[in-house]
């Protein structure tokens, strides 16, 4: 009796996690657009325009997939490939990085170092399909985003690695969970050290001033933009939505990291209602003021992009030594 | 002052050259198909005092030749590839007789600047192959630009040649507009040829429009009253006005920092919408015209000292931006001497320490102690924002000087139909530059001969000097620091 109701109590916790897990996926798709239109929108606002509206890039994806799906001649899989792989690695991503519960049925695999993978994989293919055209353009954001990616990268290791010395893991839910139970990990230096080299790092990575500009038509001046030239259609509409779906992802796991509060760690239904709502707050909050903040920035001159990269790697790299000595790891 | 001079062919070479050492500059060359032969025009001019010098040199209509100056004068050199490619003049020992204005697909042996040319003929048999140079070396890889661009902007093909980011050659090539505009004008009355002269370049019809009357009112020997003459300065500086305030907008965009662009494009609009009321036209067309000018009302001054006062702030946002200053200090450095040797005009040439101003050498209102011409000497991107951002204040002073004493109206003096010697030249400081416009009038007073310069011309081979050793990624704010026009240019 009492273990078949350990049984179902288990398929309850098995229940409301896998729900929660998809629940991440579905609100980091269907609200991805819709955060990029909220940034859009935010800052047309700051520049005094009218702006258009937050649905537009819902729209705009609506227009690509009706129009007729156009390859270049002689690329081959890698440009085919690009665009789902994009979307995919974000929506794994999305199912593994703890935004909404940190009790999911891949909580145990959601390890820093997989994600980290994931994310390069993303980028990686995407940079291989701006080679395949073959074109000048294609080729040169291709190197731009690889030389930001080298840079990028040990530096989201090494700061989620600075949270991960408390917690005693590498596990992103349990990394997460610890800090949500002791939130004095987060005040301490290596927290604040660690939140500003990852912030700049997101920067970098999803392809934001002061890095990259995401509004400008100069084909010369782009990273992003440069690779994806080449892209129209529907392709175009699942390369956006899956540049979209990075920034929510990595804006939600800056959350998570930083802002824990809310996130569910058992089962409870509420728990887990609770922490998608708080999600969708802390994503939006975090995207308007990366907004405002953009309307006062103004784009590096690329060669000082690894300047800035790497002053926020050493943030990181201070962030990890200061987490190994004040949590006394450096005394055992 | 006017000096007009014949000379032989052989002689033409020495009279350039002592005419350039006397500080000269080589400001127009133009060819026209008489009865009894090929007539080529060498117009010098310097200033102050305005002294200008036309070499009229007689060749032979059906073999025309002449000895290239384009060793003495690079600007020169690139009138008679010019005058090859439209007139089939042949210029002698020209140390780079490359095609210019002639695209590919031209039809071998058709010269569309020759009486007996007749309409163009279809796409034929091509001039042959029009390779670019090829930069060769490790690691050395090209990519091509355009002509259509991503951006509102006017077609030219841009040929890099790069090392990692890092630009070692750059080929501009233009002449994608070629709308014969030249040709359009002869045989129009010089009322009918105002409006094509206010659409050489679309941002620059008040300057066009004035080089264009102040040609015919000389060639007519016209004289214009004083408060027409005040009027004209005060359409010229409005024009400098709402372009200089535009590109100081687009260069903040163009790294980036878009809300200063948002700012300037509100004051652009505003600045057109008092045009409107000043001319009838947001360009400013119809303001000048052959004779006078017509004023429908005048601008109003405390809005646009208003204005004044926004353009300020959006520099000074701009200046004390770190990172904007960053992008624009030392950027794309164009030397004095590089300046000086390929005859740069305009902003361009003031940001790289040459002063002149044709609103100085060439004055045809007397403007007074209110123009002042700023001059800075690093050559950088900044240089040139700063020239601009200067010469709003001093546009805007003048302005406000020129409109205290005037009245809005019609103030011409019609150009007679046949007095004066037939030709004329017109010198004026446009917002991009000196424009050169000489025309020529057949005895029955129409135009037989229009010839524009704009200082497009004479700048755009200065932009891949200030280039080289600049890095990819610069070279769109490089380009709208020099923003050149490609119609204006492509005649």
Same mark, same amino acid.
């Given at each position: 009796? +009492?273990?078949?109701?350990?049984?179902?109590?288990?398929?309850?916790?098995?229940?409301?996690?896998?729900?929660?897990?998809?629940?991440?996926?579905?609100?980091?798709?269907?609200?991805?657009?819709?955060?990029?239109?909220?940034? %859009?929108?935010?800052?047309? %606002?700051?520049?005094?325009?009218?702006?258009?509206?937050?649905?537009?890039?819902?729209?705009?994806?609506?227009?690509?997939?009706?129009?007729?799906?156009?390859?270049?001649?002689?690329?081959?899989?890698?440009?085919?490939?690009?665009?789902?792989?994009?979307?995919?690695?974000?929506?794994?991503?999305?199912?593994?990085?703890?935004? =909404?519960?940190?009790?999911?049925?891949? +909580?145990?695999?959601?390890?820093?170092?997989?994600?980290?993978?994931?994310?390069?994989?993303?980028?990686?293919?995407?940079? &291989?399909?701006?080679?395949?055209?073959?074109?000048?353009?294609?080729?040169?954001?291709? +190197?731009?985003?690889?030389?930001?990616?080298?840079?990028?990268?040990?530096?989201?290791? &090494?700061?989620?690695?600075?949270?991960?010395?408390?917690?005693?893991?590498?596990?992103?839910?349990?990394?997460?969970?610890?800090?949500?139970?002791?939130?004095?990990?987060?005040?301490?230096?290596?927290?604040?050290?660690?939140?500003?080299?990852?912030?700049? =790092?997101?920067?970098?990575?999803?392809?934001?001033?002061?890095?990259?500009?995401?509004?400008?038509?100069?084909?010369?001046?782009?990273?992003?933009?440069?690779?994806?030239?080449?892209?129209?259609?529907?392709?175009?509409?699942?390369?956006?939505?899956?540049?979209?779906?990075?920034?929510?992802?990595?804006?939600?796991?800056?959350?998570?990291?930083?802002?824990?509060?809310?996130?569910?760690?058992?089962?409870?239904?509420?728990?887990?209602?609770?922490?998608?709502?708080?999600?969708?707050?802390?994503?939006?909050? &975090?995207?308007?003021?990366?907004?405002?903040?953009?309307?006062?920035?103004?784009?590096? %001159?690329?060669?000082?992009?690894?300047? &800035?990269?790497?002053?926020?790697?050493?943030?990181?790299?201070?962030?990890?030594?200061?987490?190994?000595?004040?949590?006394?790891?450096?005394?055992? | 002052?006017?000096?007009?001079? *014949?000379? !032989?062919?052989?002689?033409?070479?020495?009279?350039?050259?002592?005419?350039?050492?006397?500080?000269?500059?080589?400001?127009?060359?133009?060819?026209?198909?008489?009865?009894?032969?090929?007539?080529?025009?060498?117009?010098?001019?310097?200033?102050?005092?305005?002294?200008?010098?036309?070499?009229?040199?007689?060749?032979?209509?059906?073999?025309?030749?002449? @000895?290239?100056?384009?060793?003495?004068?690079?600007?020169?050199?690139?009138?008679?590839?010019?005058?090859?490619?439209?007139?089939?003049?042949?210029?002698?020992?020209?140390?780079?007789?490359?095609?210019?204005?002639?695209?590919?697909?031209?039809?071998?042996?058709?010269?569309?600047?020759?009486?007996?040319?007749?309409?163009?003929? @279809?796409?034929?048999? @091509?001039?042959? @192959?029009?390779?670019?140079?090829?930069?060769?070396? *490790?690691?050395?890889?090209?990519?091509?630009?355009?002509?259509?661009?991503?951006?509102?902007?006017?077609?030219?093909?841009?040929?890099?040649?790069?090392?990692?980011?890092?630009?070692?050659?750059?080929?501009?090539?233009?002449?994608?507009?070629?709308?014969?505009?030249?040709?359009?004008?002869?045989?129009?009355?010089?009322?009918?040829?105002?409006?094509?002269?206010?659409?050489?370049?679309?941002?620059?019809?008040?300057?066009?429009?004035?080089?264009?009357? /102040?040609?015919?009112?000389?060639?007519?020997? !016209?004289?214009?009253?004083?408060?027409?003459?005040?009027?004209?300065?005060?359409?010229?500086?409005?024009?400098?006005?709402?372009?200089?305030?535009?590109?100081?907008?687009?260069?903040?965009? *163009?790294?980036?920092?878009?809300?200063?662009?948002?700012?300037?494009?509100?004051?652009?609009?505003?600045?057109?919408?008092?045009?409107?009321?000043? !001319?009838?036209?947001?360009?400013?067309?119809?303001?000048?015209?052959?004779? $006078?000018?017509?004023?429908?009302?005048?601008?109003?001054?405390?809005?646009?000292?208003?204005?004044?006062?926004?353009?300020?702030?959006?520099?000074?946002?701009?200046?004390?931006?770190?990172?904007?200053?960053?992008?624009?200090?030392?950027?794309?450095?164009?030397?004095?001497?590089?300046?000086?040797?390929?005859?740069?005009?305009?902003?361009?040439?003031?940001?790289? $320490?040459?002063?002149?101003?044709?609103?100085?050498?060439?004055?045809?209102?007397?403007?007074?102690?209110? /123009?002042?011409?700023?001059?800075?000497?690093?050559?950088?991107?900044?240089?040139?924002?700063?020239?601009?951002?200067?010469?709003?204040?001093?546009?805007?002073?003048?302005?406000?000087?020129?409109?205290? *004493?005037?009245?809005?109206?019609?103030?011409?003096?019609?150009?007679?139909?046949?007095?004066?010697?037939?030709?004329?030249?017109?010198?004026?400081?446009?917002?991009?530059?000196?424009? !050169?416009?000489?025309?020529?009038?057949?005895?029955?007073?129409? /135009?037989?001969?229009?010839?524009?310069?704009?200082?497009?011309?004479?700048?755009?081979?200065?932009?891949?000097?200030?280039?080289?050793?600049?890095?990819?990624?610069?070279?769109?704010?490089?380009?709208?620091?020099?923003?050149?026009?490609?119609?204006?240019?492509?005649?």
């Amino acid at each position: 009796m +009492s273990g078949a109701h350990a049984v179902s109590a288990l398929g309850a916790v098995r229940g409301v996690g896998a729900a929660a897990m998809v629940a991440q996926v579905v609100v980091v798709i269907g609200g991805a657009p819709l955060l990029t239109g909220l940034m %859009r929108q935010v800052r047309a %606002r700051m520049e005094g325009r009218a702006g258009a509206g937050i649905a537009q890039p819902w729209r705009d994806v609506r227009k690509l997939m009706r129009k007729e799906p156009i390859t270049p001649v002689r690329t081959g899989p890698a440009f085919r490939a690009a665009p789902l792989l994009l979307v995919v690695t974000a929506g794994v991503i999305a199912a593994l990085v703890p935004l =909404v519960s940190t009790a999911t049925p891949v +909580s145990g695999s959601a390890d820093l170092i997989l994600v980290v993978a994931v994310l390069a994989l993303g980028t990686v293919s995407l940079a &291989l399909a701006g080679l395949d055209t073959g074109t000048a353009f294609g080729g040169m954001g291709a +190197s731009r985003e690889m030389t930001v990616i080298a840079l990028v990268e040990p530096t989201i290791l &090494l700061s989620v690695f600075a949270l991960s010395i408390p917690a005693g893991s590498t596990n992103l839910p349990a990394i997460v969970a610890g800090a949500e139970h002791h939130p004095g990990r987060l005040a301490s230096p290596a927290g604040a050290l660690a939140a500003v080299a990852l912030a700049v =790092v997101v920067l970098a990575e999803t392809g934001r001033l002061p890095v990259d500009n995401p509004a400008t038509h100069l084909e010369l001046t782009m990273v992003h933009e440069a690779m994806v030239l080449e892209y129209s259609g529907p392709d175009l509409a699942l390369v956006e939505l899956g540049s979209q779906m990075r920034l929510t992802v990595l804006l939600g796991l800056l959350a998570s990291l930083f802002a824990p509060w809310g996130i569910a760690t058992g089962a409870s239904v509420g728990a887990a209602c609770l922490g998608l709502l708080l999600l969708a707050v802390k994503v939006a909050v &975090l995207g308007v003021l990366l907004a405002a903040a953009e309307v006062f920035w103004a784009k590096l %001159r690329l060669f000082r992009v690894p300047e &800035l990269l790497a002053g926020s790697f050493l943030l990181a790299l201070l962030a990890v030594t200061a987490s190994y000595f004040l949590t006394g790891e450096g005394s055992r | 002052m006017l000096t007009v001079r *014949d000379t !032989t062919p052989d002689e033409l070479p020495a009279a350039a050259e002592q005419l350039l050492a006397d500080g000269g500059r080589l400001a127009l060359v133009a060819a026209h198909h008489d009865a009894d032969a090929v007539r080529i025009v060498h117009l010098f001019v310097s200033g102050p005092p305005d002294t200008r010098t036309e070499l009229h040199t007689r060749l032979d209509p059906a073999a025309p030749e002449l @000895p290239s100056i384009a060793r003495l004068s690079f600007p020169g050199g690139r009138f008679e590839r010019e005058m090859r490619d439209l007139h089939g003049v042949v210029p002698l020992d020209h140390p780079l007789p490359r095609r210019l204005v002639r695209h590919f697909h031209w039809p071998r042996g058709w010269y569309p600047m020759r009486p007996d040319a007749g309409p163009p003929p @279809p796409f034929a048999e @091509p001039e042959g @192959p029009y390779p670019f140079l090829e930069a060769e070396g *490790d690691g050395v890889y090209e990519i091509p630009v355009g002509p259509v661009h991503a951006g509102l902007i006017e077609p030219g093909h841009f040929r890099f040649s790069v090392v990692g980011e890092t630009i070692i050659k750059l080929k501009a090539r233009l002449w994608f507009v070629h709308k014969g505009i030249e040709q359009l004008f002869q045989g129009r009355t010089p009322e009918t040829g105002l409006a094509l002269a206010e659409r050489i370049s679309g941002d620059t019809a008040v300057g066009h429009a004035l080089a264009y009357c /102040l040609a015919v009112e000389e060639a007519t020997g !016209t004289t214009v009253p004083e408060p027409a003459r005040r009027a004209r300065a005060l359409l010229l500086e409005l024009e400098r006005l709402h372009n200089h305030i535009t590109d100081i907008g687009a260069l903040c965009n *163009d790294v980036g920092h878009g809300i200063l662009n948002n700012h300037a494009q509100r004051i652009r609009e505003h600045l057109l919408r008092l045009n409107h009321g000043i !001319t009838g036209h947001r360009l400013l067309r119809g303001g000048v015209v052959p004779g $006078g000018a017509v004023l429908q009302a005048l601008p109003d001054r405390d809005r646009l000292r208003a204005l004044g006062a926004d353009i300020r702030e959006v520099v000074a946002l701009a200046l004390n931006h770190g990172v904007v200053l960053d992008r624009f200090t030392g950027t794309a450095r164009l030397s004095a001497q590089a300046a000086r040797d390929l005859g740069c005009l305009g902003y361009v040439a003031r940001a790289s $320490g040459l002063p002149d101003d044709a609103r100085r050498s060439h004055p045809f209102h007397d403007y007074g102690e209110t /123009l002042t011409v700023p001059v800075h000497d690093t050559g950088d991107v900044l240089a040139r924002f700063l020239v601009r951002a200067e010469e709003i204040d001093t546009s805007l002073a003048l302005v406000d000087h020129l409109a205290a *004493d005037l009245t809005p109206g019609r103030t011409v003096t019609p150009p007679a139909r046949d007095h004066g010697p037939r030709a004329g030249n017109g010198i004026v400081e446009g917002w991009r530059g000196t424009i !050169t416009t000489r025309v020529e009038l057949a005895p029955d007073g129409t /135009l037989s001969r229009v010839k524009p310069v704009d200082p497009s011309f004479f700048n755009w081979p200065a932009l891949p000097v200030a280039l080289a050793d600049t890095i990819v990624p610069d070279f769109p704010l490089t380009n709208k620091s020099f923003n050149l026009s490609y119609a204006g240019n492509d005649l």
